[in-house]
């Protein structure tokens, strides 16, 4: 437990009390312990043990008493009794930005405003702003941050978020009196969304480094800036928002604070446990043992004091990383892979020809490509006909012929039709190098009769000798479309045992599987093909995006078939073929 969720906990009371409309010295005192909470550098529950609570500036005995109640009970009864006795959704507004208590009391008191949508209403009919100490300008600055919220409710996908955070990292780093800075939180995690970019730097001008950033020109509205942190909106070329928080320390506490910014939470409050049960203290300024400190410049530091390998950023969320016993595997690289295995061209909806696609993969350092444009059901996609497929396999090699120390395989991204049999016959599919077979129609459930389940359609792929891959397995869009219901680990073993790799599709809008299914795959097992899914040469950089989610899902260059060079490769294709 942190202190600084019991500090929220005590600054959601005095948020509670003050909308109630208490008196102003009960609210202060609330807010007191909070800031004494969240910059306390000791553990509170270890104070607490010792007795000694009393001892902070601002803590009467009432408010032990209430501390004592959270460490045991995970949360205080008048924090319950204040939110029984106000609208269910008033507490909400107190998320708007610019919008602070006393204006939320107010607008409930004298306009009976109970959540956010009547909010809404009394800002169109201009009851708000005719509210005394109110006005035209303070009302434009709250419905500005109702749609910010709006906005920022949903998460931001990883492969929008990482480009935006490394440019401002770049920015960062080149503010004078900025002597080290880093992405941290879920960004540096590879998470597939974003809530909001965190980065972290050393330097000693806090407030000076602060001023510059909140300046920066990409910043399109500043929420907050102190003397170690910053707040800022940024607006991602999509029109949507997206928050990011600068935060400045010491170089003596720069490891402590990478770790504990970097999360993820679940990771943090385990870590924070270990240390306690071990007698010393973690926070966001070190690892200490009473007012030593033994560890806070160099993050690697935290762990070894701690008695544990140093994950990877991508495994922090407490899946078993933080056990003693637990030894890291060297994860996948981007340098690790050799080539793109599922890519479209103009012969079907990409945007570059067969040999622009093959110069930029070389041009990656990549020495192999499989061209898989889409068969003939995927009619919205320009799906081929099987004419027009063995034309392709003739014109991919007439263009190899002209390639030196790069091969390009004749591919195709085969439909997995409703029934689950597969778009082409057999023996069209053995005239192809490279099968990707895909779902890309009736996902849901097999409702009507003779149609399969997705699960037995994908296992009659699997089945089929020609199929080297499945591609994005569960169909899902992030922010977009539910992955369909498929039975993985079912699927991971069949794949494992028929020699079919299953895919990790890197854009950035599918990222599938993901993680926690990569995790079964390679137990299994089975082996993955992580792939751009390019529609175009820039689409190969969607690349990384795919390397960070195999991270997460503990995935080795071992694990992936992509990574071998192209004789052990086409090698693995032949004999899953001839068995
Ligand atoms: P996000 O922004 O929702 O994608 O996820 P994160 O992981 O970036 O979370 P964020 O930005 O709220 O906080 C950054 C890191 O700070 C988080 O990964 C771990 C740490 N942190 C934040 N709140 C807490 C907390 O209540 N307890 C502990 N132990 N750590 C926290
Ligand atoms: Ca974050
Ligand atoms: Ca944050
Ligand atoms: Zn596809």
């Not at 009390?17 to 306390?40: A, K, M, Q, W």
């Not at 993901?514 to 299994?524: G, P, Q, S, Y």
Request: charged share 25%; with cysteine.
């Amino acid at each position: 437990m942190s202190n600084v969720e019991i500090a929220r906990t005590f600054e959601r009371i005095a948020d509670l009390l003050e909308i109630s409309g208490e008196d102003r010295f009960r609210i202060n005192t609330y807010r007191r312990v909070s800031h004494t909470l969240r910059d306390l550098t000791q553990d509170v529950a270890e104070l607490a043990e010792q007795d000694r609570l009393a001892e902070l500036p601002g803590v009467g005995k009432s408010t032990v008493g209430k501390i004592k109640e959270y460490l045991a009970t995970g949360t205080i009864d008048l924090l319950t009794e204040l939110e029984d006795k106000l609208p269910d959704e008033l507490p909400d507004l107190l998320k708007i930005p610019g919008l602070g208590p006393k204006t939320v009391a107010l607008v409930h008191q004298e306009l009976g405003v109970g959540s956010m949508d009547d909010l809404r209403v009394v800002i169109e009919d201009g009851r708000l702003a005719a509210l005394p100490g109110l006005g035209k300008k303070s009302v434009e600055k709250i419905d500005e941050g109702i749609a910010f919220l709006a906005s920022s409710s949903g998460r931001t996908r990883l492969g929008v978020a990482l480009p935006i955070a490394e440019a401002l990292l770049d920015q960062v780093l080149s503010i004078q009196g900025v002597r080290q800075a880093t992405l941290a939180g879920s960004i540096r995690r590879g998470a597939e969304t974003i809530g909001d970019v965190d980065i972290l730097c050393e330097g000693t001008a806090g407030e000076a480094i602060i001023t510059e950033f909140v300046n920066l020109s990409a910043v399109s509205r500043v929420l907050a800036a102190g003397k170690t942190k910053g707040s800022v909106v940024v607006v991602m070329p999509n029109g949507s928002e997206l928050q990011v928080d600068l935060r400045v320390v010491a170089g003596e506490s720069y490891g402590a604070a990478l770790q504990y910014f970097s999360g993820s939470k679940e990771h943090n409050v385990r870590l924070r446990e270990m240390a306690v049960r071990q007698g010393l203290r973690l926070n966001e300024y070190g690892l200490f043992d009473g007012e030593k400190q033994l560890a806070g410049a160099c993050e690697e530091d935290i762990y070894t004091r701690l008695g544990l390998s140093c994950p990877a950023p991508e495994l922090r969320e407490d899946r078993g990383e933080c056990d003693p016993k637990w030894s890291p595997s060297k994860l996948i690289t981007l340098d690790d892979v050799r080539g793109d295995l599922h890519i479209h061209t103009t012969a079907s909806d990409g945007a570059n020809t067969i040999e622009e696609m093959a110069r930029a993969a070389q041009d990656r350092g990549y020495s192999y490509l499989a061209i898989c444009d889409h068969s003939r059901s995927s009619a919205i996609a320009n799906g081929l006909s099987i004419e027009a497929l063995l034309e392709l396999i003739a014109e991919i090699g007439e263009v190899n012929r002209g390639m030196t120390d790069f091969e390009i395989l004749a591919g195709t991204e085969c439909d997995i039709l409703a029934g689950g049999s597969l778009d082409y016959p057999d023996e069209v599919l053995a005239q192809c190098d490279f099968v990707v077979a895909s779902i890309h129609a009736a996902m849901g459930k097999a409702v009507r009769k003779g149609k399969a389940t997705p699960t037995e359609r994908t296992l009659a792929a699997i089945a089929n000798p020609y199929v080297t891959v499945i591609g994005h397995p569960t169909g899902r869009l992030i922010n977009k479309r539910a992955p369909m219901e498929i039975d993985i680990a079912g699927i991971a073993e069949a794949a494992a045992a028929n020699d079919t790799a299953l895919e990790l599709n890197a854009s950035h809008q599918r990222l599938d599987l993901k993680d926690l299914h990569l995790r079964l795959t390679v137990e299994a097992g089975a082996k993955v093909i992580i792939s751009s899914d390019a529609h175009s040469t820039k689409g190969y950089e969607q690349m990384r995006y795919g390397i960070l989610t195999a991270r997460r899902g503990g995935v080795t260059a071992d694990d992936v078939i992509n990574t071998r060079p192209l004789a052990a490769f086409k090698k693995w294709i032949r004999l899953k073929r001839s068995r």
